[in-house]
């Protein structure tokens, strides 16, 4: 049985599939706006939106708990602190009035987020699992965590179908390419500074 019920994770029920009124995108109040929560306070501001009708996402993912021999089932932000929302001035109001949003990050490319966001939904709508995965772009550092290159680090050369990390040999100017699984890799944390040889770098 549930811990606790299950948040809503979109309010309005058309957020991400009705058109945004031309009055509305007149006037620049439409805007998608990402909220950074305190910790574990995101189903807070959630239903604090929703109360003032504050069009707003909150992708959750199904969480199986075992306690006592007894097994449960929590609902989780897909993205631990971050509630999406829509709106202008009295929105971002509203949010702050929440008394749990410790900033609110800007969305320059309005049109992309709203794709993305809408891409989560549909396939929140086909109840697969989703399994939270961490970002990796081009120009990121990683290390490789397991198999023969463990311990070697690199850069993301390319994610769009395998992979592709760069090994640079910085004496000679030189580097190749490197295909890797991607659950091998994990984005690299220096430690005290410390860097690996060029050479011995993938």
């Known amino acids: 049985m549930p811990i606790l019920k299950r948040e809503p994770d979109l ?5 991400l599939t009705a058109p945004v009124p031309d ?8 805007g998608w706006w990402v909220a950074h929560t305190r910790s574990r306070q995101e189903k807070v501001l959630a239903r604090h939106l929703r109360a003032r009708a504050v069009g707003h996402y909150l992708p959750q993912r199904e969480q199986l708990l075992t306690a006592g021999g007894r097994k449960r089932v929590s609902y989780r932000p897909l993205f631990p602190g971050y509630v999406f929302f829509r709106g202008g001035g009295s929105e971002r109001l509203a949010a702050f009035g929440s008394g749990v949003v410790v900033r609110l990050l800007p969305v320059p490319d309005q049109l992309g987020l709203e794709d993305e966001l809408r891409s989560l939904w549909r396939l929140q709508a086909t109840g697969a699992p989703l399994v939270p995965w961490r970002y990796l772009g081009p120009g990121d550092e990683v290390e490789i965590v397991d198999g023969p290159l463990r311990g070697w680090t690199g850069t993301v050369l390319r994610t769009k179908g395998a992979l592709r990390l760069v090994v640079s040999v910085t004496l000679l100017r030189q580097s190749v390419a490197a295909e890797v699984d991607r659950e091998l890799v994990s984005p690299l944390v220096r430690r005290g500074g410390y860097n690996r040889p060029a050479a011995a770098r993938l």
Do not use: I, M, R
């Open 11 to 15: 309010y309005p029920d058309d957020l």
């Open 23 to 30: 009055a509305a995108a007149a006037a620049g109040t439409a």
